[in-house]
């Protein structure tokens, strides 16, 4: 999904009156280029909210023409309701990948940037209570390389207990960090990334390339932010 940009606002007076979202935007645009992906994808949220407002109002419209008995209302009613699950679906989608590209900016060091979207982020990655349960996460990935439990499931797992043994003092470093330190936010952000990410070295079948992406975290953990 690439987003298509809007063309910009250029007067002083346009920005000023622009809509808080719209606004948003063009910061955004301003402070990384129009090329930035971030800047499409704040775009598409934008126009997708609008769009999921407008479809809502016709539902409400349709609610009123079923009451009244109108012979096309139900058909409209259901319309707009396939309507607004694609475009939640697609809101939905935006707003992961704007989460992932908020953690490409603050693990690119860029996290002073004044961008709303950017503050709401740093927020979630510096709270005590997420910060605890990506310790817990990581913890539980440690545990799995120290137990000899049964695979669950239908298929095989998505991680190798073999790997997770050979970086297992690592992982429970890191969590010893997470709730003894104050660490840095671009540790976090790593971090964050390669839990929830399917691609991460993490659910990876090697080595290497898990051990340099913790030692990484290690590192920007305790580098200050």
Do not use: K, N, W
Not at 73 to 80: D, E, G, I, P, S
Not at 170 to 193: E, F, K, N, T
């Amino acid at each position: 999904m690439r987003p298509t940009f809007p063309p910009t606002l250029s007067t002083h007076r346009r920005r000023r009156v622009a809509p808080r979202g719209l606004e948003e935007c063009q910061t955004a645009g301003a402070l990384l280029g129009l090329g930035h992906p971030l800047v499409g994808v704040l775009y598409a949220c934008h126009i997708t909210g609008d769009e999921i407002v407008a479809v809502a109002a016709v539902q409400v419209g349709a609610v009123v023409l079923l009451f009244v008995g109108a012979p096309f209302a139900l058909a409209l009613m259901v319309a707009a309701a396939v309507v607004q699950l694609a475009l939640g679906t697609r809101f939905a989608v935006l707003r992961a990948y704007r989460r992932e590209l908020c953690l490409d900016l603050v693990i690119g060091g860029r996290e002073r940037l004044p961008l709303a979207v950017l503050e709401r982020e740093l927020r979630r990655l510096r709270d005590p209570q997420f910060q605890a349960r990506l310790a817990r996460a990581v913890e539980d990935f440690a545990d799995l390389a120290d137990h000899d439990r049964r695979e669950i499931g239908l298929g095989p797992p998505v991680y190798s207990r073999r790997v997770l043994a050979a970086v297992e003092p690592q992982l429970r470093d890191l969590v010893r960090s997470l709730r003894a330190d104050a660490v840095a936010v671009r540790g976090v952000a790593l971090l964050d990334r390669l839990v929830t990410a399917g691609s991460s070295p993490l659910y990876g079948r090697r080595v290497g390339p898990l051990r340099d992406e913790l030692g990484r975290i290690r590192y920007l953990l305790r580098s200050g932010s």
